[in-house]
Structure formats: structure tokens, C-alpha cells
């Protein structure tokens, strides 16, 4: 395993050995990491990498077969109750109960959490203006955009006195500006507040500015890093493209045995070596289409690890649909 970067001296996380299986299915293999306090880090993983699972066992409703955790220094298999007093989750499926209002869905869970009343309605009144819902207080969360619920459940998470935050595929499925009004919120929690974040995203680009990343493909930890660290050890020059006819394709197939297939009928070579890629394009750039160079980028470490794009494509070259958030068509305010 690939590692380096910042993890403060004081463990938010701790992990060792952890090991799920769902029958024959391995979902997680014998994972064991560090994340420090104050850390804002994300889980990237493929389709069935293992992120759900492990954010699972983290927020103790799942058991895992072996190994141990802790959560802010507690044993998160002995104590679970204890460590969900300092957890906030945001789950990858829709969690909130839409038929009550945004103030009773908060409400609600603080008083789960044992909140005192009086804590309630101040934090209450906190976290819907952070997330900018305040006007929308007595509306049925039936009635909110995709947008506003996901960012109605993050509010929630921050309902109690979490030390750590996570929050599986918070933006997936949701516009651009709703994204961005999501990271900009955990970025000013962040600022304002003790708290590590540890987010699983499809969005390779939301993670550009982390602490940490670790990248899980198959149940395992295979690299992990400042995203700068992991550009620069695995960081590789991608080049894809279409060629224009068979025979196209299959000289280059011939010459460069070490090409993908990705999607759509794109082919991907990927060099750490960019004379390689001016040897094709002298060779073949007037045989291809829709070609594309991407240099060091996130996720061109991503593909150089796993070998596959973070979000899975099916064959007409269209994302696969997300999973969450999403089932609510109308547009974030
Ligand atoms: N309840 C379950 N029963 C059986 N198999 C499961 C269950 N939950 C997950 N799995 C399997 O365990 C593996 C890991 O799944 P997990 O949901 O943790 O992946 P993930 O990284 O969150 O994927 P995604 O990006 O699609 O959300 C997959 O092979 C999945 O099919
Ligand atoms: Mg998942």
C-alpha cells in the first residue's frame, strides 16, 4: 500500500483489520486506517468498492466479522451507543421522514439524541441557517427539492455534538450549484468547529481540496494520500480516444498492447511517460476521434490504480444513475 500526508497526532478514526463478508461476497478485506482529528477526508472507490459498507460499520449499524474500531477513542464494537453520541451520518439513501415538517425532522432526532429542549430550538435555528433553510422551517419535506433534502439531512447530522461527520454521497445526483452550496458548508464547518468529515463521493473533482484520500477498490485500502502525494506517485498522462475504422484499431491494438477499453467504444492508453503519448499522436492522430489528453489528474491516478473510471458507464457511454438523492426530479432551488 501506497501511503503518505497529514494525519494529525490525535485519531479520529482508527481502524484495524476490518473484515465484512455478505455470504460469499467479501465486501470488506482486512482494512486498517488512521484518520486524524480535524480532517476533512473522502473515500473513493468504484461500484462495490466497499465504501457503504465500511461508513456502516463506522455509524455502528453494521457488525463487522473481525478486526477493531475506534471512534474518538471509543471501542466502536464494545460501546456503539457511546460512539453515536459523537457521530453524524448522512446515508446514501433518503432518511428523512417526509411526511413531518423540516423543523420536526430536526426536532425529532435531537430529542433521539437526548438533546435538552432548550439546546434544540438554539441548534435548530443554527444549522437551518447554515444550510439556508430557515424559511422553510414548517414545510413538509415531501414538498423540497432533491437539493434541499440532502442538505436538510446534513443539518440534521450536525443536530447533536459530533465530532465526526459522514456522509455517504452527499451531492450525488444533485445540480451543480447544489453541490457547490454543500462543500461550501462542510468547508465552513470546518473552519468554525472541531470536526473531521469523511465523505464518499463519485465526484472526483469535489475532492481536490482534502486532507486525505483513500482510495478502496475490492474491500481494500490500495493508495492513500494529500491528493498532491497521490498525483505526484501515480499521477499518469491518459489519452483517449475513438479510432475512426477497424483497421485503425486494430494497428493500434497491435503497436500498443497495453491499451483499455472503456466505454462507448473509447479506447485509453496511459503513460507516466509523455513521449509516449507524442509517439501515438505523430503515429495515429489523424486516425482518431474525440480524442482527449488528461495529464496528473485525480483521476488519472484513479484509473492508473483500479483501472476503472470512478463512475461506472454502460455501454451508450451514459453514467449509470445514481443511487440517492436523486429521486426527486425537481430542481434545488
Ligand atoms: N446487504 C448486502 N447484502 C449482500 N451484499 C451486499 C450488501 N451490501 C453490499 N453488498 C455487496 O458488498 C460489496 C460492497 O458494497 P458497498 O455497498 O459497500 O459498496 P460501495 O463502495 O458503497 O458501492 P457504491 O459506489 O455503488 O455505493 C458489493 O459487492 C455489494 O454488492
Ligand atoms: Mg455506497
Redesign the pocket.
Known amino acids: 500500500m501506497h501511503s503518505a500526508g497529514s494525519v494529525s497526532d490525535k485519531s479520529a478514526v482508527s481502524l484495524r483489520g476490518i473484515t465484512k463478508r455478505?455470504?460469499e461476497?467479501l465486501?470488506l478485506d482486512s482494512i486498517s486506517l488512521e484518520i486524524g482529528a480535524n480532517q476533512t477526508v473522502a473515500l473513493l472507490?468504484?461500484?462495490?468498492?466497499?465504501?457503504?459498507?465500511?461508513l456502516h460499520i463506522l455509524c455502528t449499524i453494521l457488525t463487522p466479522d473481525s478486526g477493531s474500531a475506534e471512534l474518538a477513542g471509543i471501542d466502536l464494537l464494545r460501546h456503539p451507543m457511546k460512539a453515536r453520541k459523537h457521530l453524524g451520518v448522512v446515508f446514501?439513501e433518503p432518511s428523512l421522514d417526509d411526511r413531518l415538517s423540516v423543523y420536526e425532522n430536526l426536532d425529532f432526532h435531537g430529542l433521539v439524541y437526548q438533546v435538552p429542549w432548550r439546546t434544540r430550538r438554539k441548534r435548530i435555528d443554527e444549522v437551518l441557517d447554515l444550510v439556508e433553510l430557515s424559511e422553510w422551517r414548517n414545510e413538509i419535506v415531501r414538498s423540497l427539492s432533491a437539493g434541499m433534502k440532502r442538505r436538510l439531512e446534513i443539518a440534521r447530522a450536525l443536530m447533536h455534538e459530533s465530532r465526526v461527520i459522514l456522509l455517504d454521497?452527499p451531492t450525488v445526483g444533485l445540480d451543480v450549484q447544489s453541490r457547490a452550496r454543500i462543500w461550501q458548508y462542510l468547508e465552513e464547518l470546518r473552519r468554525t468547529r472541531e470536526l473531521t468529515v469523511i465523505v464518499?463521493t463519485?465526484y472526483i473533482e469535489e475532492v481536490e481540496g482534502f486532507d486525505q484520500i483513500f482510495i478502496?477498490d475490492k474491500g481494500s485500502v490500495i493508495a492513500q494520500g494529500t491528493p498532491d502525494f497521490l498525483k505526484k506517485s501515480h499521477g499518469q498522462q491518459l489519452l483517449r480516444f475513438t479510432p475512426r475504422d477497424d483497421r485503425a484499431e486494430a494497428e493500434i491494438l497491435e503497436l500498443y498492447p497495453n491499451i483499455t477499453r472503456i466505454h462507448s467504444g473509447q479506447l485509453l492508453l496511459q503513460s507516466a511517460d509523455p513521449e509516449t503519448i507524442d509517439g501515438f499522436l505523430h503515429q495515429f492522430g489523424t486516425r482518431v476521434r474525440h480524442l482527449d489528453v488528461d495529464s496528473a489528474s485525480l483521476e488519472s491516478v484513479f484509473i492508473a490504480l483500479t483501472g476503472r473510471e470512478l463512475r461506472d458507464k454502460p455501454a451508450d457511454g451514459k453514467e449509470k444513475a445514481p443511487?440517492a438523492g436523486n429521486r426527486d426530479s425537481k430542481l434545488a432551488r
Open positions: 455478505y455470504g461476497t465486501a472507490g468504484p461500484n462495490g468498492a466497499g465504501k457503504t459498507t465500511l446514501q454521497e464518499t463519485h478502496i443511487t
